[in-house]
């Protein structure tokens, strides 16, 4: 861990000296006097530290990893640095926007316009770009920002590139009446210019998804929405293989969801990530209560030996997951969601069975690691409270119950020391009790409306 801490500051940083180089390049490129270089160079330097510093407080989920954190640099690099150069041949064929769409799309939508809006204006102060032009980047950079995450499907990328061109040749016309009043001098060839670069950056941003992917081994919220579909074949095989499992799946990915909304997390990723949770248990569905018609599997078994079993599904789970090709942190979820815990119903009979011997715990314990995001940390304790509320009786709908089963399992688990290792606060525990109740709350008040109808026919 030590080791990654360390390498997380160094991104930044590297990432830094590398915008700082290319100003330097930049400004010398336009002639700046050298007073003035050294001047706008400090103001570029003290707000980038200042921003980075913010940036990896504030967006610490969404920076996580520091694969994300290196791809982050490399987005902002590609929109700048090419524009330090082609500002010299013509001012709109800047691909500033190509960083705006590259986070947003990657990454995460605040992120994108928060960098939006500071690089555009580091950009300013490193180049100077009319304020028409500058104002054109911005505008449109907004826009990109807000229409990229309405994309769901691969159709609607022709709109938004369209409408991103559209919108910047009006402004580049908007930019001249600005200036002049009315269209005389207009330069026609420049207002296609920055069309053709509205519509470069959405298809270059869009079609290299894959790439990025590939190259920083993380998921897109596009990867995650397919790898959602109950078409996937690995869903395909949990419903025929093993319905309960499925259909547990299914419960806790609803409460991830909804709690991770709440919180601000991932709630794609916590949803996918709890879809995928238990796919370890498909190929020995038996030894899991949710997938037994009466007869149990472990009244033959020792303690330890139901227990080693039951701790398997985790292992089997990620080797099946990298046969399917899942992605990194939809393995880290399926690894991390008992975290170190010990299989508590096995090591109970064991100690009742064991005559006054000493049990080893060690064997009853899952190998871990604890999860180290709050995506893997809220399916964590989704998938607790579903577990735990199987034993509940559905029918008496007694919502204090619930309270209090939601309120007992989260306790459980941070007593039992699962929670440490992963960003989640202390103060979002309540927001995500409050979010589990709200999806029971929803399931009961499904079923009283059913019955009604059923009784009305
Ligand atoms: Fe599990
Ligand atoms: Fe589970």
């Given at each position: 861990?030590?080791?990654?801490?360390?390498?997380?500051?160094?991104?930044?940083?590297?990432?830094?000296?590398?915008?700082?180089?290319?100003?330097?390049?930049?400004?010398?490129?336009?002639?700046?006097?050298?007073?003035?270089?050294?001047?706008?160079?400090?103001?570029?330097?003290?707000?980038?530290?200042?921003?980075?510093?913010?940036?990896?407080?504030?967006?610490?989920p969404e920076?996580s990893s520091?694969?994300v954190?290196?791809?982050?640099?490399?987005?902002?690099?590609?929109?700048?640095?090419?524009?330090?150069?082609?500002?010299?041949?013509?001012?709109?064929?800047?691909?500033?926007?190509?960083?705006?769409?590259?986070?947003?799309?990657?990454i995460d939508?605040?992120?994108?316009?928060?960098?939006?809006?500071?690089?555009?204006?580091?950009?300013?102060?490193?180049?100077?770009?009319?304020?028409?032009?500058?104002?054109?980047?911005?505008?449109?950079?907004?826009?990109?920002?807000?229409?990229?995450?309405?994309?769901?499907?691969?159709?609607?990328?022709?709109?938004?590139?369209?409408?991103?061109?559209?919108?910047?040749?009006?402004?580049?016309?908007?930019?001249?009446?600005?200036?002049?009043?009315?269209?005389?001098?207009?330069?026609?060839?420049?207002?296609?210019?920055?069309?053709?670069?509205?519509?470069?950056?959405?298809?270059?941003?869009?079609?290299?998804?894959?790439?990025?992917?590939?190259?920083?081994?993380i998921t897109s919220q596009?990867q995650l929405i397919?790898l959602g579909?109950?078409?996937?074949?690995?869903?395909?095989?949990?419903?025929?293989?093993?319905?309960?499992?499925?259909?547990?799946?299914?419960?806790?990915a609803?409460?991830a969801e909804?709690a991770a909304i709440?919180?601000q997390a991932n709630y794609q990723l916590a949803r996918v990530g709890a879809m995928y949770h238990?796919?370890?248990?498909?190929?020995?569905?038996?030894?899991?209560?949710?997938?037994?018609?009466?007869?149990?599997?472990?009244?033959?078994?020792?303690?330890?030996?139901?227990?080693?079993?039951?701790?398997?599904?985790?292992?089997?789970?990620?080797?099946?997951?990298?046969?399917?090709?899942l992605p990194k942190n939809i393995i880290d979820i399926i690894?991390?969601?008992?975290?170190?815990?010990?299989?508590?119903?096995?090591?109970?009979?064991?100690?009742?069975?064991?005559?006054?011997?000493?049990?080893?715990?060690?064997?009853?314990?899952?190998?871990?690691?604890?999860p180290q995001t709050k995506e893997a940390a809220i399916v964590?304790?989704?998938?607790?409270?579903?577990?735990?509320?199987?034993?509940?009786?559905?029918?008496?709908?007694?919502?204090?119950?619930?309270?209090?089963?939601?309120?007992?399992?989260?306790?459980?688990?941070?007593?039992?020391?699962?929670?440490?290792?992963?960003?989640?606060?202390?103060?979002?525990?309540?927001?995500?009790?409050?979010?589990?109740?709200?999806?029971?709350?929803?399931?009961?008040?499904?079923?009283?409306?059913?019955?009604?109808?059923?009784?009305?026919?």
């Amino acid at each position: 861990m030590k080791g990654q801490d360390k390498l997380k500051q160094i991104i930044p940083i590297m990432g830094m000296l590398i915008f700082i180089v290319f100003a330097v390049i930049g400004m010398i490129n336009e002639s700046v006097h050298v007073a003035e270089l050294i001047t706008r160079l400090i103001l570029v330097s003290t707000i980038l530290t200042l921003v980075a510093y913010i940036f990896n407080t504030y967006y610490e989920p969404e920076l996580s990893s520091n694969y994300v954190h290196i791809m982050y640099w490399t987005f902002i690099l590609i929109g700048f640095i090419p524009s330090i150069f082609l500002l010299s041949i013509n001012a709109y064929i800047l691909p500033i926007l190509l960083t705006t769409a590259l986070i947003t799309t990657m990454i995460d939508s605040k992120l994108g316009l928060m960098t939006h809006l500071v690089v555009s204006f580091l950009l300013l102060m490193v180049i100077s770009l009319p304020l028409d032009i500058y104002m054109m980047y911005v505008v449109a950079g907004l826009f990109v920002n807000y229409v990229i995450p309405y994309v769901k499907k691969r159709q609607q990328i022709v709109y938004v590139a369209l409408s991103t061109t559209l919108l910047m040749m009006l402004l580049v016309i908007i930019g001249h009446l600005m200036q002049v009043g009315n269209l005389v001098g207009f330069n026609y060839a420049n207002m296609f210019l920055a069309g053709l670069n509205g519509m470069l950056v959405i298809v270059l941003a869009q079609g290299s998804e894959p790439m990025w992917e590939t190259i920083f081994n993380i998921t897109s919220q596009a990867q995650l929405i397919e790898l959602g579909s109950a078409n996937q074949p690995l869903m395909k095989r949990l419903l025929v293989e093993a319905p309960g499992t499925y259909h547990h799946s299914m419960m806790v990915a609803n409460l991830a969801e909804k709690a991770a909304i709440d919180i601000q997390a991932n709630y794609q990723l916590a949803r996918v990530g709890a879809m995928y949770h238990d796919i370890g248990k498909i190929e020995e569905p038996k030894y899991f209560s949710e997938n037994q018609n009466g007869e149990n599997i472990h009244d033959d078994l020792s303690p330890d030996a139901s227990a080693h079993y039951i701790i398997r599904h985790i292992e089997k789970g990620v080797s099946l997951a990298k046969e399917y090709k899942l992605p990194k942190n939809i393995i880290d979820i399926i690894k991390e969601h008992h975290g170190d815990s010990v299989v508590a119903y096995f090591y109970n009979k064991a100690v009742s069975h064991s005559d006054g011997f000493d049990i080893d715990v060690e064997k009853f314990k899952y190998a871990g690691p604890k999860p180290q995001t709050k995506e893997a940390a809220i399916v964590m304790l989704a998938d607790c409270v579903d577990a735990a509320a199987k034993g509940f009786n559905m029918e008496e709908r007694d919502m204090d119950q619930i309270v209090r089963l939601i309120d007992q399992v989260i306790l459980t688990v941070v007593t039992n020391h699962q929670l440490h290792a992963s960003p989640l606060r202390f103060d979002e525990l309540p927001i995500i009790a409050n979010a589990f109740l709200q999806v029971y709350n929803g399931l009961y008040h499904e079923r009283v409306k059913y019955d009604r109808e059923l009784i009305e026919q």
